[in-house]
């Protein structure tokens, strides 16, 4: 059984930077992608940011290019996401997830998320 545990969320102004960081327990980290989705009032869970298993590639949702930076320590079984140039539409509930499947892609974890943690909220105000 696999756990996810967020933390790092808060309270911020428009411009602001935040890390968030995800810690797991319960299996092999190394093995597997993981990555972040985001879920705003009345809309759907939306992917965000993914780190292929290992030290591998990372992959982002177009909205946060260039803003948000996903990376993952290995030796302390956490991943990040590095959150700059925050805006309003940044406000949203933060779940970390971890693919099911053993050395998959942060493309996989996109079309397949799996285990998730329990999310942190992240408000931006203007």
């Known amino acids: 059984q696999v756990q996810l545990v967020e933390s790092g969320g808060g309270l911020v102004q428009a411009g602001d930077s935040l890390r968030l960081a995800c810690t797991a327990s319960g299996r092999t980290f190394t093995t597997y992608a993981v990555g972040w989705f985001r879920q705003a009032p009345g809309k759907e869970r939306d992917f965000v940011a993914g780190?292929?298993?290992?030290?591998?590639?990372?992959y982002y949702a177009d909205s946060v290019k260039g803003r948000f930076a996903i990376s993952r320590d290995n030796t302390k079984n956490i991943v990040y996401l590095q959150m700059n140039n925050l805006s309003p539409e940044d406000t949203a509930v933060y779940y970390c997830?971890?693919?099911?499947?053993?050395?998959?892609?942060?493309?996989?974890?996109?079309?397949?998320?799996?285990?998730w943690g329990q999310g942190t909220q992240v408000t931006v105000s203007s």
């Open positions: 997830t971890a693919a099911n499947e053993q050395f998959s892609s942060a493309q996989d974890l996109r079309r397949r998320p799996g285990y």
């Open positions: 780190i292929t298993w290992g030290y591998g590639s990372t």
